[in-house]
């Protein structure tokens, strides 16, 4: 007797931390989120445009190719690429080249070299949580210029507890802060910058909002 209640707790959990998973607006089949841009004065600079794609389920692991559009103000595609989305007992994984969208030139292609890189989203999150950093090497192609760059995500913390509303809803999110430092490599020598940012994530839903110094993107509509 024992035995059988070990197994159908592990059931229930097993099924639970399943349907975290598949709660992510990333992880549902066919979907389309859209998320306007704005500069750091409040103007209207764009769009960013996801779609999900066929939903993989191997083991405890959920993933998805997420297509990444990004529109300018005048409804131009500026860029184009794919990210990888996973999620495995309840932890949500982003591909660190989504954060290229807070710091880099929006006309510039971004590519992972070498193995993917993952950005964790925990499902059990509270304030004074400290969350696991990320690092990655990329190519930023313009045209014919090929430039080594590498990506270096640190102090990610859990600082607060706010309620988010957009065009798109509402959540209880969690305000997670973070630090980003760049280093652009030009004929061998290494040009740093770094910046702070910020973003509000609503657990078993995904990433609402984010800000930066460049400016913010929030949600404005799922269909």
């Known amino acids: 007797m024992k035995h059988h209640l070990s197994f159908f707790l592990f059931l229930i959990s ?6 975290q998973c598949t709660s992510f607006y990333y992880l549902q089949a066919n979907k389309t989120i859209e ?44 860029q ?15 591909d660190i080249k989504s954060f290229m969208n807070n710091s880099q030139d929006k006309e510039q292609k971004i590519e ?3 193995e993917d890189v993952y950005i964790e989203y925990p499902s059990a999150l509270k304030e004074g949580t400290t969350l696991p950093d990320g690092k990655a090497s990329f ?7 090929i430039t080594e760059m590498e ?9 607060a507890k706010e309620n988010i509303t957009t065009a798109a809803g509402t959540w209880d999110c969690y305000k997670i802060t973070y630090s980003i430092q760049i ?17 509000w994530f609503a657990p078993g839903f995904g990433v609402v909002k984010t800000a930066s110094r460049f ?9």
């Open 139 to 145: 190519n930023s192609i313009r045209g014919t210029v």
């Open 112 to 114: 992972i070299k070498g």
């Open 35 to 78: 998320m306007s841009m704005t500069n750091a004065r409040g103007k209207s600079t764009g769009k960013i445009i996801y779609q999900t794609g066929k939903i993989s389920s191997i083991g405890g692991s959920t993933s998805s190719m997420l297509k990444q559009e990004v529109f300018d103000e005048k409804g131009k595609l500026i």
């Open 80 to 94: 184009s690429s794919e990210n990888k989305i996973k999620c495995s007992g309840g932890v949500m994984m982003m």
């Open 183 to 199: 280093k652009t490599f030009v004929g061998g020598i290494a040009i740093p910058m770094k910046f702070n940012a910020t973003e």
């Open 14 to 19: 097993a099924l639970g931390i399943r349907a």
């Open 215 to 223: 400016g913010e993107t929030v949600i404005s509509s799922i269909k």
């Open 151 to 159: 990506m270096n995500i640190t102090d990610r913390k859990v600082i």
